[in-house]
T-cell receptor, first 114, second 112 residues
Framework: EPEVTQTPSHQVTQMGQEVILRCVPI?????FYWYRQILGQKVEFLVS????????KSEIFDDQFSVERPDGSNFTLKIRSTKLEDSAMYFC????????????FGSGTRLTVV | GESVGLHLPTLSVQEGDNSIINCAYS??????FIWYKQESGKGPQFIID?????DKRQGQRVTVLLNKTVKHLSLQIAATQPGDSAVYFC???????????FGTGTSLTVIP
């Protein structure tokens, strides 16, 4: 069964440092997403991406965040200057069409900012 | 903005019993709903979905019911097994965007 793959599974970084979280969406999917989940809380939408541009973003997705599809397979989330409150699980997801077919989440990257 | 909430934060059931997890949503324009299962340290795992033109959908051991009149969604798990122990989230989507808004989750514990 096709999977969304995320690396690394766990990343520890110092406050103020830049981090890049990586995702490989399902190969025939065209829509990509990042969500985050602070420990013990619900999953929150960050951003959606289609046709090499952001299509929707939440108020959480401020200027510290950026996304990129650097090649034909990877989808990345960059946090420029991490804060303690950025510590969370970050989930990548992808879907095939605008009809949300096959909406699939990865296993997540646990980001710990110290 | 969208709001998806769950009635019960925790639920304990005996193995073999049926489980019912409830969810309320506030956006009447939402037209697609997914139930996700999340095990510790893992990402949300798709269980079953339903579109707003339906009021019931069945899968293997799971049934989702949608009541648009009261904006209520439920997940029924038949013959609950220890492997069903997890946190369950409902998530709603409101077009035209593709993002989902999640509820706070219900923790299901199956007692052997």
């Amino acid at each position: 069964e096709p999977e969304v793959t995320q690396t690394p599974s766990h990343q520890v970084t110092q406050m103020g440092q830049e981090v890049i979280l990586r995702c490989v969406p399902i190969s025939n999917h065209l829509y990509f997403y990042w969500y985050r989940q602070i420990l013990g809380q619900k999953v929150e939408f960050l951003v959606s991406f289609y046709n090499n541009e952001i299509s929707e973003k939440s108020e959480i997705f401020d200027d510290q965040f950026s996304v990129e599809r650097p090649d034909g397979s990877n989808f990345t989330l960059k946090i420029r200057s991490t804060k303690l409150e950025d510590s969370a699980m970050y989930f990548c997801a992808s879907s095939e069409t605008t009809d949300r077919v096959g909406y699939t989440f990865g296993s997540g990257t646990r980001l710990t900012v110290v | 903005g969208e709001s998806v909430g769950l009635h019960l934060p925790t639920l304990s059931v005996q193995e073999g019993d049926n489980s019912i997890i409830n969810c309320a949503y506030s956006n009447s324009a939402s037209d697609y709903f997914i139930w996700y299962k999340q095990e510790s340290g893992k990402g949300p795992q798709f269980i079953i979905d339903i579109r707003s033109n339906m009021d019931k959908r069945q899968g293997q051991r799971v049934t989702v019911l949608l009541n648009k009149t009261v904006k209520h969604l439920s997940l029924q798990i038949a013959a609950t097994q220890p492997g069903d122990s997890a946190v369950y989230f409902c998530a709603e989507n409101t077009p035209p965007g593709n993002q989902f808004y999640f509820g706070t989750g219900t923790s299901l514990t199956v007692i052997p």
